[in-house]
């Protein structure tokens, strides 16, 4: 825990220091909430969100669990779209050549969340898709990468994502980059993501901020969510 708050107290002091280099850049900017917004929820799956697992993340239970079922609830109660991300693998063996692991398992062992075992890589229960959720599988770091994502998004006329999940550092940070390429303003829930090891969610979510996505509180994106929900019913 003292190595946590030192660590904490460290990145304070060096990100009010970047933060005034990066604006005398010009970065930092804002890309806004837009009118039509979607939540994406990245590997918040028990590979992932429960012990024991080589991925389990910190502060799942606590934080990021709870925060994510505000989200939901605002969706559901004002029809936004919502998809709940997950990552598994049809062949796990690397010596085959039809494994669909590609060489990300020369990183990290991808190989546990084997699609036979679907008790990893299912959604935790405490967040559960109900009907009319989509549930995506993805095979890279980011929930864009050779998925049909974009194209749902679009289909939807949805022009904000609101990204949650894990991890800060890898799936979240790619989601979040590639969402912005693909044209979509981009929100990071800033209680709502989590990681491994400490500092990592600090680091990713400054950074974030400055070049790839507007980090913003809870209390914030679900207010948000119901403005525009009840904005679309006054026009209805």
């Not at 991925?55 to 029809?79: H, M, S, W, Y």
């Not at 990893?120 to 049909?148: C, M, N």
């Not at 790619?174 to 989590?194: H, M, N, P, Q, S």
Request: aromatic share 8%; charged share 25%; proline share 4%.
């Amino acid at each position: 825990m003292a190595f946590e708050d030192d660590l904490d107290a460290m990145l304070t002091r060096a990100f009010e220091q970047a933060s005034s280099l990066y604006q005398g850049r010009g970065f930092q900017r804002r890309v806004g909430f837009g009118r039509r917004p979607a939540l994406i929820n990245v590997d918040l799956a028990n590979a992932w969100t429960r012990p024991g697992n080589p991925f389990t993340c910190e502060k799942v239970d606590d934080e990021i669990i709870p925060g994510v079922q505000a989200l939901l609830a605002a969706c559901r109660r004002n029809g936004h779209p919502v998809v709940h991300v997950t990552t598994c693998y049809q062949v796990t063996d690397e010596a085959q050549a039809a494994t669909d692991m590609g060489l990300w398992h020369h990183k990290i062992p991808i190989e546990v969340v084997d699609q036979s075992k679907p008790e990893l890589w299912a959604i935790d229960s405490r967040i559960e898709p109900v009907a009319g959720e989509q549930v995506l599988i993805k095979k890279r770091a980011s929930a864009f990468h050779g998925t049909y994502l974009a194209g749902f998004l679009r289909a939807n006329n949805v022009d904000t994502i609101l990204v949650t999940g894990v991890t800060a550092s890898a799936c979240v940070r790619t989601t979040l980059c590639d969402g912005l390429a693909e044209g979509f303003r981009t929100i990071a829930v800033k209680e709502c993501i989590g990681d491994r090891v400490p500092g990592a969610v600090a680091w990713n979510l400054f950074d974030i901020d400055a070049k790839f996505a507007d980090v913003e509180p809870l209390e914030r994106c679900i207010a948000y969510l119901d403005e525009v929900g009840a904005k679309a019913r006054a026009a209805a």
